[in-house]
T-cell receptor, first 112, second 115 residues
Framework: GEDVEQSLFLSVREGDSSVINCTYT??????LYWYKQEPGAGLQLLTY?????DMKQDQRLTVLLNKKDKHLSLRIADTQTGDSAIYFC????????????FGGGTRLMVKP | GAGVSQTPSNKVTEKGKYVELRCDPI?????LYWYRQSLGQGPEFLIY????????DSGLPNDRFFAVRPEGSVSTLKIQRTERGDSAVYLC?????????????FGPGTRLLVL
C-alpha cells in the first residue's frame, strides 16, 4: 500500500477553483511535490514546498502544507480544460535518500 | 538532449523472455532513478544511481530485476524471465545532483506488456 494518499477523482467546471488534497505519513519528509501527468506524457513537476513552509504560491497554483496534520493541498485557480490530467503528490523523506514516494494520483476533469 | 529520453516507448514480450529498457538522462545530471507505474497507481521507486554506482536498490522487487549505468550516463534496466505482473510503465528520471531541490525530471516512460 501507499503511505501517501489522495482522493481518486475530482470534477470541476471551467473557471472554478480546484483543490486536490493529499495526506502523508512521514513527519521527517523534507520536501513535498506536486506532479502533473497527461495521457501519454511523462510526469511534469508543477511545484514543490519545503517542509518548513506552510504556503507557496506560483501563478495559478497555491500549495498549502499543514505539518501537524500531515496534509498537503494544491489549489488551481481559474481551472482550464487544459488542466485536465492526473495530479500526483510526492514526498521526499529525510532518511530515504533522494527517492520520491508518490500518492496514487487524483484525476482532475474540467468540464467546459 | 533537451530532456530525459527512454527507449523503446512500447515493448511487448512473452512471459519468460528477457527485456532491456534504456534511459538517456539529461546531459550532466549525475543522479538517475527508475520507477515503475502500474495501471491506476502512482510511480513506485525501484533504484537510484549516483554516477555509476547504485546508491539505493531497495525498490527492486526481486532478483529478476537488475540495472546498470556503466559510464555514469545512460542506464539500462534489465528484467529476466518476465512475468505478466511485470507489465507496467517504467519511468526514468534524472536530477543534476543529489538533494537538488528541483528534484527529478521524468522521461515519457516505456510501456511494457508481458503476454
Amino acid at each position: 500500500g501507499e503511505d501517501v494518499e489522495q482522493s481518486l477523482f475530482l470534477s470541476v467546471r471551467e473557471g472554478d477553483s480546484s483543490v486536490i488534497n493529499c495526506t502523508y505519513t512521514d513527519s521527517s519528509s523534507t520536501y513535498l511535490y506536486w506532479y502533473k501527468q497527461e495521457p501519454g506524457a511523462g510526469l511534469q513537476l508543477l511545484t514543490y514546498i519545503f517542509s518548513n513552509m506552510d504556503m507557496k504560491q506560483d501563478q495559478r497554483l497555491t500549495v498549502l502544507l499543514n505539518k501537524k496534520d500531515k496534509h498537503l493541498s494544491l489549489r488551481i485557480a481559474d481551472t482550464q480544460t487544459g488542466d485536465s490530467a492526473i495530479y500526483f503528490c510526492a514526498e521526499r523523506r529525510n532518511n530515504a535518500g533522494n527517492m520520491l514516494t508518490f500518492g496514487g494520483g487524483t484525476r482532475l476533469m474540467v468540464k467546459p | 538532449g533537451a530532456g530525459v529520453s527512454q527507449t523503446p516507448s512500447n515493448k511487448v514480450t512473452e512471459k519468460g523472455k528477457y527485456v532491456e529498457l534504456r534511459c538517456d538522462p539529461i546531459s550532466g545530471h549525475t543522479a538517475l532513478y527508475w520507477y515503475r507505474q502500474s495501471l491506476g497507481q502512482g510511480p513506485e521507486f525501484l533504484i537510484y544511481f549516483q554516477g555509476t554506482g547504485a546508491a539505493d536498490d531497495s525498490g527492486l522487487p526481486n532478483d529478476r530485476f537488475f540495472a546498470v549505468r556503466p559510464e555514469g550516463s545512460v542506464s539500462t534496466l534489465k528484467i529476466q524471465r518476465t512475468e505478466r505482473g511485470d507489465s507496467a510503465v517504467y519511468l526514468c528520471a534524472s536530477s543534476p545532483q543529489p538533494g537538488a531541490v528541483e528534484t527529478q525530471y521524468f522521461g515519457p516512460g516505456t510501456r511494457l506488456l508481458v503476454l
